[in-house]
């Protein structure tokens, strides 16, 4: 049992290394530019909007709040972009024994969520630094919101990917539906200043939660957040099995064409 974890794992890390070297390559910055390019997107919005929005709104600073949406939102995007064609750009792979497509989605999970937490930790340092952001009320509710997006947002780009293997046109909408995430993540408005009908709405998508339980620990217990943790993670657990077993049928289809 211990040694098939073992192996499971170093399958997964060799994978993680692969991705990183033909990604990034060996010269240059490598590795870094998984970290560099959310944080120049995050820091680039940053100075954008100090020039087009007041300094603060309802009551919030703007730059936790660009901190506390361009984060989340590169981690879903980045999840659902980079899950989508795991496959097909190691199909080559899957003729190895060891590998399975279980090690090709963990490697990639695992380092979109690496670079994407990398990057938050350090935007959030940098606005702690110069006095832009206080530092968490409850660290755990951070970590919690957090994991639980990646969890959510892992599942979702399983479903996206599992259709894709199945229906051309998926791999033509995946960047689509990347965009409808904008308005559909809830990263760029608070629920509190939504009417509450518009509200209730809201709250039915999942991506929502996480976001402001994050946004409750960041700006603290005096801005009102509404968010329900069972709701969300019952919905990541659904996303992340029927996900999983699209992918699991359609793997012959692919195989196959191959």
């Known amino acids: ?76 995007r980045h999840l659902i972009g980079y899950l989508a064609g795991a496959l097909q750009g190691n199909m080559g792979l899957l003729y190895h024994r060891q590998i399975g497509s279980f090690h090709i989605f963990t490697a990639r999970v695992l380092l979109e969520f690496a670079g994407a937490t990398i990057a938050y930790a350090v935007v959030y340092v940098f606005l702690l630094a110069v006095g832009q952001v206080s530092p968490p009320s409850n660290y755990l509710l951070l970590y919690e919101g957090w994991f639980l997006l990646a969890f959510i947002s892992t599942g979702f780009a399983l479903i996206l990917t599992g259709l894709a293997m199945r229906f051309d046109v998926m791999e033509r909408l995946i960047g689509l539906i990347g965009y409808l995430m904008l ?52 919905f990541g657990a659904v996303f992340n099995i029927v996900g999983l077993l699209l992918i699991s049928s359609a793997r012959p289809l692919i195989e196959t064409e191959s």
């Open 1 to 76: 049992m211990i040694a098939s974890i073992k192996r499971h794992c170093r399958t997964v890390l060799a994978l993680l290394m692969r991705e990183i070297i033909t990604r990034f390559g060996r010269e240059g910055l490598g590795f870094v530019w998984l970290v560099a390019e959310p944080l120049a997107f995050c820091f680039g919005v940053m100075v954008l909007w100090s020039f087009t929005k007041p300094a603060y709104e309802h009551g919030i600073r703007l730059a936790p709040f660009v901190m506390t949406a361009y984060m989340s939102l590169i981690l879903i």
């Open 183 to 234: 308005p559909l993540s809830g990263v760029f408005t608070m629920v509190a200043w939504l009417p509450a009908g518009f509200r209730k709405v809201l709250l039915i998508l999942p991506f929502v939660h996480p976001v402001e339980m994050m946004r409750s620990s960041v700006f603290g217990e005096f801005v009102k957040t509404y968010y329900d943790v069972p709701y969300a993670l019952a």
